[in-house]
């Protein structure tokens, strides 16, 4: 056999065993569920495996659209005026960090009434990233209070107990639970940020 094809069949049955390992990482990642009455015999398994991919190709395609979604919404909060309220610099660290990344001019307090007073004395912030637990106000209040500003808000932090007493802000403020990713609490103040601008426009 002449090198030319000999090399040429080295690359086929490397491409071929690369898409056969694919298919096989796909197969056990995303593992087909057993359907009934879908028909029998080798036309029921013609349908149920044509499902399959079809429910995966459905997958890919919302996958792409919160990556798109989320890309906006990480833009909307560029360069924007953030005020994070956090009694402990450890653990905001990182979400000041993040959002300076990202081009936002980041005003860190440690407490509820102190983000207030900023606020009140004239203070212009685009968003506000605040832990669930201040030590000198609820979460209630403190959104309560913001309330007068329209300032969009994003509580860190909430735990799955308290998020039926919070209920009735959903939508004027976002929620994160423990343990969240900075990215998502960035993402979340960019949604906000793009909700309102959609309300104000005509």
């Known amino acids: ?16 065993l690369v898409i056969a390992l694919l298919l096989i990482f796909v197969r056990w990642r995303f593992p087909m569920k057993e359907t009934q009455g ?4 080798a036309g029921g398994s013609r349908e149920s495996e044509l499902s399959y991919w079809r429910a995966l190709w459905l997958m890919y395609r919302r996958a792409r659209k919160r990556n798109r979604e989320r890309d906006k919404d990480l833009k909307a909060i560029r360069r924007k005026r953030v005020l994070v309220v956090d ?7 990182v979400l000041v960090w993040r959002l300076e990344q990202l081009g936002c001019n980041v005003t860190r307090v440690r407490t509820g009434f102190l983000a207030l007073k900023h606020i009140r004395e004239g203070a212009v912030f685009d968003a506000i990233i605040s832990d669930s637990l201040l030590p000198d106000i609820s979460a ?23 998020r039926e007493e919070l209920s009735r802000l959903e939508g004027k403020v976002g929620f994160l639970g423990k343990h969240y990713d ?8 960019g949604r906000l940020i793009r909700n309102r601008l959609k309300v104000a426009s005509p």
């Open 87 to 93: 009694p402990y610099e450890k653990s905001s660290k």
């Open 182 to 189: 900075p990215d998502d609490a960035a993402a979340l103040a």
């Open 140 to 162: 209630t209040n403190f959104c309560d209070a913001l309330a007068d500003w329209d300032i969009p808000a994003v509580l860190v932090g909430v735990l799955k107990t308290r």
């Open 1 to 16: 056999m002449p090198p030319v094809l000999l090399l040429a069949a080295r690359y086929i049955a490397i491409f071929v």
């Open 38 to 41: 879908t028909g029998s015999g």
